[in-house]
């Protein structure tokens, strides 16, 4: 059971930014008050409180190739990372959900019915599956202030096949793509 979901975890971090499979953005906000200009450092918030189980080791692992292409990015926007004083601190978080695959039923299926005049028939959502999507959130805080300047999620089905780090940069690059605070 821990092996199944450590393997769902590296799966959504993972599968979330293939690019073969399709992902969205779901959520992206940022402060229009901030002054982008401002901000040159940034560093991570600590994620190692985490205790060690195979769950939390792959997690880790995982989480690790994620910073990894969010600090390349930063590093390509003009930041530099500190872990004095940052001007910006990141937070990632990953969720994964078991989600139900439905179709709407057609009148072409419905049943022959000869009899009493107020049968009725309706168009319902039937489940035809079962798939686990995953959400990778990155909160940038203005550390100062402490105040949320970026809120962005990305969402995607999971796949059960390993990805590579080449293929979590595109996918981190593509995100950052969206990013309020540009440089250069």
């Given at each position: 059971m821990k092996n199944q979901l450590g393997i769902s975890i590296v799966c959504l971090l993972l599968g979330l930014l293939t690019s073969c499979s399709s992902y969205r953005i779901t959520r992206n906000q940022s402060d229009n008050t901030a002054t982008w200009s401002d901000y040159r450092t940034y560093a991570f918030l600590d994620t190692t409180r985490l205790s060690d189980s195979p769950r939390t080791i792959t997690y880790r692992t995982a989480m690790e190739q994620l910073k990894q292409a969010v600090a390349a990015e930063f590093r390509n926007l003009g930041y530099q990372p500190t872990k004095d004083n940052p001007d910006l601190l990141v937070n990632l978080g990953a969720v994964v959900q078991e989600?139900?695959?439905?179709?709407?039923?057609?009148?072409?299926?419905?049943?022959?019915?000869?009899?009493?005049?107020?049968?009725h028939w309706q168009s319902q959502e039937v489940p035809v599956g079962t798939y686990e999507e995953g959400t990778v959130n990155l909160h940038v805080v203005d550390?100062?202030?402490?105040?949320?300047?970026?809120?962005?999620?990305?969402?995607?089905?999971?796949?059960?096949?390993?990805?590579?780090s080449e293929q979590i940069n595109k996918a981190v690059a593509k995100l950052f793509e969206k990013f309020p605070g540009q440089q250069k």
């Open positions: 989600r139900t695959q439905t179709r709407t039923t057609t009148i072409q299926e419905a049943p022959r019915y000869i009899g009493q005049r107020r049968y550390a100062q202030k402490n105040a949320l300047v970026w809120d962005v999620a990305l969402s995607s089905v999971l796949n059960r096949q390993g990805l590579s």
